[in-house]
């Protein structure tokens, strides 16, 4: 905390206290605590770090590149400076511009757990699996329960399928050692979502949103799992539950029931069947994108 | 007899590898692919030939043409295969089985089979899409197009065997 002094609180305090409010999310707070600490030190480049990590925070994404740059100029080699430069690469799906710089601060921080998960995220995200599975097995091995990397090669397991959930090691390692982490939670609506159990990842999903109200990510995310688990859409639970597999199977199926009630109903009968068919593919090709708009 | 390598050498290595770029601003990082849905309706109304043309789309995105092409080389068998059953009175075992007008049927499933070769191809990356929230780009027009190429392939492949 602040150790007062005849000039008010030290830069340290100041910072510290930043820091704290940026944890909790509460950045009006921390953009007039770091204003003040702006007053005295105007170039000191955490303070500039701290204003760009809020300005990116809050999406505004010209404004944090602005500061990062002024951070950089002053110190080229500043930690958090080059990692939310990554960051607003990122945000502006500069993919490859990210990737240099991530691989550019692993060579100087060779040890840096936080730094393979986070180039490894970069990798899942363009969808290089394999490279973001070696990431994150070099990032667990220099830090076993580092929890971004625990979440990230829990998804490449869920993503993969290999096994079941229960085995997928890191997501249980991720609920032992983090229960309450925003990732542990995300974590888990994928993996009961991707197993078909949308009921209890909308419940670990709204539990996700109240931690976290002012997310638009979190508030899209129950939306959608409140679609798929709305009563409307119960007749395409084989093609929720099994995917393109049971939406196949159906699909084969329902032609060859119509086909069969051609060749062994009456032409009335055959129709009604075939009308029923007809509506239940129209059905399940539009409803879910008319629900969607109306949810 | 190559020189036995150190532990540390190996380790080095290993992380030179994975401190090798991947991406480059030059080409389309591959955040995005064509839906399976895009891959699906190509397939199911357009033919092999129609799915294979997202399918390699996809693999272009991805960087992966050099592992994937052989789709297309399946998609044009399956479309010769097709074209030959139905000059040859290939589909009269099903015809047998289901009664008159089974090549419409026959035609319908192996092109269902088509998409599902396609789809265990890209299956991780579909599957990455869906579970990291990646919006994939709009497939309309391109699986319009994929249609109609694969109609005129199959049209043309038909030429191939005189009935």
């Given at each position: 905390m602040s150790?007062?002094d005849d000039?008010?609180p030290?830069?340290g305090?100041?910072?510290?206290?930043?820091?704290?409010?940026?944890?909790?999310?509460?950045?009006?707070?921390?953009?007039?605590?770091l204003a003040?600490?702006a007053?005295?030190?105007p170039?000191?480049p955490?303070v500039?770090?701290?204003?760009a990590?809020?300005d990116y925070?809050?999406?505004?994404?010209d404004?944090a590149?602005?500061t990062v740059?002024?951070?950089?100029?002053?110190?080229?080699?500043h930690?958090?400076g080059?990692t939310?430069?990554?960051?607003?690469h990122e945000?502006?799906?500069q993919?490859a511009q990210?990737?240099t710089v991530?691989?550019?601060l692993?060579r100087?921080h060779?040890?840096d757990?936080?730094l393979?998960?986070?180039?490894?995220e970069l990798m899942m995200q363009?969808?290089?699996?394999d490279?973001a599975?070696?990431?994150?097995?070099?990032g667990?091995r220099?830090e076993?329960n580092?929890?971004?990397?625990l979440y990230?090669?829990?998804l490449i397991?869920?993503?993969?399928?290999?096994?079941s959930d229960?085995?997928n090691e890191?997501l249980?390692?991720?609920?032992?050692e983090?229960p309450?982490?925003?990732q542990t939670?995300l974590t888990?609506v994928?993996a009961?979502?991707q197993?078909g159990d949308?009921?209890?990842?909308?419940?670990?999903?709204?539990?996700l949103?109240?931690?976290?109200p002012?997310s638009?990510h979190?508030l899209?995310l129950?939306?959608?799992l409140k679609?798929?688990?709305h009563w409307?859409?119960l007749?395409l639970y084989?093609?929720?539950?099994?995917?393109?597999?049971?939406?196949g199977?159906i699909?084969v199926?329902g032609?060859g029931?119509?086909?069969?009630a051609r060749s062994?109903?009456?032409?009335?009968l055959?129709s009604?069947i075939?009308?029923?068919w007809?509506?239940y593919v129209?059905?399940s090709?539009t409803?879910?994108?008319?629900?969607?708009r109306?949810? | 007899?190559p020189?036995?390598?150190?532990?540390?050498a190996q380790?080095m290595?290993?992380?030179?590898d994975?401190?090798?770029p991947?991406?480059?601003?030059?080409?389309?990082?591959s955040?995005?692919?064509y839906s399976?849905?895009t891959?699906?309706?190509?397939?199911f109304?357009?033919g092999?030939?129609?799915?294979a043309?997202i399918?390699l789309?996809?693999?272009?995105?991805?960087?992966?043409?050099?592992?994937?092409?052989?789709?297309g080389?399946?998609a044009?068998?399956?479309?010769f295969?097709l074209?030959?059953?139905?000059?040859?009175?290939g589909?009269s075992w099903?015809?047998?089985?289901v009664?008159?007008?089974?090549a419409l049927?026959?035609?319908r499933?192996?092109?269902?089979?088509?998409f599902a070769?396609?789809?265990?191809?890209?299956?991780t990356?579909?599957?990455?899409?869906?579970v990291?929230?990646?919006?994939?780009?709009?497939?309309l027009a391109?699986?319009?197009?994929a249609?109609c190429l694969g109609?005129?392939?199959?049209?043309?492949?038909?030429q191939?065997?005189?009935?």
């Amino acid at each position: 905390m602040s150790t007062p002094d005849d000039s008010g609180p030290t830069l340290g305090a100041l910072l510290q206290q930043a820091h704290a409010l940026i944890d909790r999310r509460r950045f009006p707070h921390a953009r007039q605590l770091l204003a003040t600490a702006a007053q005295s030190y105007p170039d000191n480049p955490q303070v500039l770090y701290l204003a760009a990590f809020i300005d990116y925070s809050e999406g505004k994404l010209d404004d944090a590149e602005k500061t990062v740059s002024s951070v950089l100029l002053q110190d080229p080699e500043h930690y958090g400076g080059r990692t939310l430069r990554a960051e607003l690469h990122e945000a502006r799906k500069q993919f490859a511009q990210a990737e240099t710089v991530w691989i550019e601060l692993l060579r100087d921080h060779p040890e840096d757990a936080d730094l393979y998960a986070s180039y490894g995220e970069l990798m899942m995200q363009t969808l290089h699996l394999d490279k973001a599975q070696r990431l994150m097995q070099e990032g667990l091995r220099l830090e076993p329960n580092h929890p971004k990397c625990l979440y990230i090669a829990a998804l490449i397991h869920i993503i993969q399928g290999r096994s079941s959930d229960s085995e997928n090691e890191h997501l249980q390692r991720l609920v032992t050692e983090y229960p309450e982490r925003i990732q542990t939670l995300l974590t888990l609506v994928v993996a009961l979502s991707q197993r078909g159990d949308n009921r209890s990842a909308l419940r670990v999903a709204q539990q996700l949103l109240a931690m976290r109200p002012d997310s638009p990510h979190y508030l899209t995310l129950v939306k959608e799992l409140k679609l798929q688990t709305h009563w409307s859409l119960l007749p395409l639970y084989p093609m929720q539950r099994w995917g393109w597999g049971g939406a196949g199977v159906i699909t084969v199926l329902g032609i060859g029931i119509v086909h069969a009630a051609r060749s062994s109903l009456t032409t009335d009968l055959a129709s009604v069947i075939a009308y029923i068919w007809l509506a239940y593919v129209v059905y399940s090709w539009t409803w879910p994108g008319i629900l969607r708009r109306l949810i | 007899m190559p020189p036995t390598r150190t532990p540390l050498a190996q380790i080095m290595d290993h992380n030179n590898d994975l401190l090798r770029p991947s991406l480059s601003a030059d080409h389309n990082p591959s955040a995005a692919i064509y839906s399976a849905r895009t891959v699906f309706l190509a397939s199911f109304f357009g033919g092999p030939i129609a799915g294979a043309a997202i399918a390699l789309t996809n693999a272009y995105r991805l960087r992966r043409l050099a592992t994937d092409w052989p789709l297309g080389l399946i998609a044009v068998a399956l479309c010769f295969g097709l074209a030959w059953l139905s000059t040859h009175h290939g589909w009269s075992w099903l015809d047998a089985i289901v009664g008159h007008g089974s090549a419409l049927y026959g035609a319908r499933v192996i092109n269902l089979i088509f998409f599902a070769i396609a789809y265990a191809f890209h299956r991780t990356y579909f599957k990455s899409m869906s579970v990291l929230g990646i919006t994939p780009p709009n497939g309309l027009a391109v699986g319009l197009g994929a249609i109609c190429l694969g109609v005129i392939a199959e049209l043309a492949i038909g030429q191939v065997f005189p009935i």
